[in-house]
């Protein structure tokens, strides 16, 4: 029996096989260089602490910020640390070299395989070093759980992990978004742009003032990267914004491959 | 004649030194300019002090956070943002990688002044975009959000003279990060660590005089306070400083600079000039 196939002729999550192919072939090839590996958890796990520094200083000297207690702090840095892992493992090491394979010529070679162009592009490359992220940020998860005073019941759990995968997605449609136009400007780095909006995640988006609340939860929905998963695990907010968070995923994935293809559509090759 | 009394007589090696920077930081300027629009969005940078102030003043809403008020901290990371914005340490510490990987620097060690300058002076050229949009951001951030400075003008006097100093520690700082280059294949990992040390003992992520003791006291004597958190201290009035920290600073710099020389002396045996 024939394997189903799409419209394109190519069989059915062909993407999605390239992808693991491509990850397993960056894990078999990170094996070899251990060494990175041991540099890159030291290095990680020192950012860790770093990165959990602001609000265990906080901690040290208030019980409780604007209604954030530690643990609430200490989780909304897990999700934040989950982001960063994705900024790390995934987006530095894809479409941080764009610029370069525009440049020599790479990325022609590559937007012509028989694959999603957007997805091979932007993923297919792991920066296995930083992988640990993954891991710490889940063990610094778990320590605010065991703090107490979360979660808040089984719906708001589930509600608070859907929002996360969300800001995830969305965290890689920034990162894709921000640096885009780097396939037909001579020298574009929109880093700045992710990172500004990652940083501003940090921080529980209430403590800037009601103004700036609302214009990073509506106007720039930079709320729904770390702030609002901790708000609805807390019960803080209510679980029916997951699905906000999940309508803005699908809108940045949705805007982020349309605006792929124009610029694809628009590159004019090797720009030497 | 001979050749000899032909070639002109060397100048001096200080105004040599100068010739090349202005050189140097023409050409990257212009080179800057050519990307005015990528040093607009470099200004989102600003957000990581933003982001800091917002914690503190969030944190100090209902009350002084060890003596320290809400608007103490508004200025505190008001100057934190200018004296953050003028480093370019961080390029530094991350740009001689590359230049490795590359072979590049194998071209520049043929020049006759040391192939750091002119990543020094692409990091100043730089600042000549960069600060001037601080200049009136920082006193509006402090008026608009209600802000308080210090009365006290020789806090005034020596915030201004701690940042030139803590400015030359971070460049060798970042120099020598970047150095590391000459022993690892893989050193950005490695040189990023000297943000983390900005933000935890230069003061970025809290005042220093918030971390608990006896890390308080030690950051207090250490070249990345002087760059970043001693100046905003003063001038926000969360601590005074005594004159004798510019001797420190001055000290500091000096030992940096012995430091680098070592460093860059003893990489540059390893240095192999083939890239990779």
Redesign the interface.
């Given at each position: 029996m024939s394997r189903r196939r799409r419209r394109d002729g190519l069989p059915r999550f062909h993407t999605l096989r390239v992808l693991s192919t491509a990850w397993r072939a960056e894990l078999a090839g990170a094996a070899e260089y251990r060494g990175d590996l041991v540099i890159g958890t030291i290095v990680t796990t020192i950012w860790l602490g770093i990165s959990v520094a602001p609000v265990l200083v906080v901690a040290l000297h208030t019980g409780d910020a604007n209604g954030w207690t530690l643990p609430k702090l200490l989780f909304l840095q897990a999700v934040w640390y989950l982001l960063d892992a994705v900024v790390w493992v995934v987006l530095i090491v894809n479409v941080g070299y764009w610029e370069d394979e525009v440049r020599v010529g790479q990325l022609d070679g590559r937007l012509l395989r028989p694959v999603n162009s957007l997805a091979l592009c932007s993923l297919s490359r792991l920066h296995v070093p930083d992988l640990p992220k993954v891991v710490l940020a889940f063990g610094l998860g778990a320590l605010a759980i065991a703090l107490g005073g979360g979660p808040a019941g089984w719906l708001p759990s589930l509600a608070a992990a859907v929002s996360i995968a969300s800001a995830l997605v969305l965290t890689w449609a920034l990162g894709v978004l921000a640096n885009y136009k780097v396939l037909t400007h001579v020298r574009f780095d929109g880093w700045s742009v992710l990172f500004a909006a990652q940083n501003l995640a940090r921080v529980p988006i209430p403590f800037y003032g009601p103004f700036l609340r609302i214009v990073l939860t509506v106007v720039v929905p930079i709320a729904f990267l770390a702030t609002v998963p901790a708000e609805i695990f807390y019960g803080d907010a209510s679980a029916w914004l997951a699905l906000v968070a999940v309508a803005l995923a699908v809108v940045s994935v949705r805007l982020t491959a349309v605006l792929w293809r124009r610029e694809v559509g628009r590159y004019a090759g090797v720009m030497g | 004649m001979t050749d000899a009394a032909l070639r002109p007589a060397p100048a001096p090696a200080a105004r040599r030194l100068t010739q090349v920077y202005g050189a140097l930081v023409r050409t990257e300027m212009q080179a800057a300019s050519a990307?005015r629009a990528?040093l607009v969005?470099?200004?989102?940078?600003w957000?990581?002090p933003?982001?800091?102030m917002?914690?503190?003043?969030?944190?100090a809403?209902?009350g002084d956070?060890?003596g320290i008020s809400a608007a103490q901290f508004t200025t505190y990371y008001a100057v934190v943002l200018l004296t953050t914005g003028i480093q370019i340490s961080h390029g530094l510490s991350f740009q001689v990688e590359p230049l490795v990987h590359s072979g590049e620097l194998s071209a520049l060690l043929l020049r006759p002044s040391h192939p750091m300058h002119p990543l020094v002076a692409r990091g100043l050229a730089t600042l000549s975009y960069a600060v001037p949009p601080l200049l009136p951001v920082v006193p509006a951030l402090i008026w608009f959000l209600g802000g308080t400075v210090t009365a006290d003008v020789g806090q005034w006097v020596l915030a201004a003279a701690l940042v030139p100093l803590g400015f030359v520690s971070e460049v060798y700082l970042g120099l020598m990060m970047g150095s590391l280059a000459l022993w690892?294949?893989?050193s950005a990992?490695?040189s990023?660590?000297l943000f983390?040390a900005e933000?935890?003992i230069g003061g970025l992520?809290?005042p220093v005089a918030?971390?608990?003791e006896p890390w308080s006291e030690i950051a207090r004597h250490q070249p990345l306070w002087f760059a970043i958190g001693a100046p905003a201290e003063a001038i926000s009035g969360i601590s005074e400083l005594r004159p004798w920290v510019l001797v420190e600073a001055a000290v500091w710099a000096v030992l940096l600079h012995v430091a680098f020389t070592r460093v860059w002396r003893r990489g540059m045996r390893r240095h192999e000039a083939v890239g990779t």
């Open positions: - | 990307y990528q969005i470099g200004a989102l940078g957000v990581v933003v982001a800091f917002a914690l503190w003043r969030g944190a809403a209902d956070v060890d690892f294949t893989r990992a490695l990023g660590l983390g933000w935890l992520v809290a918030l971390l608990p």
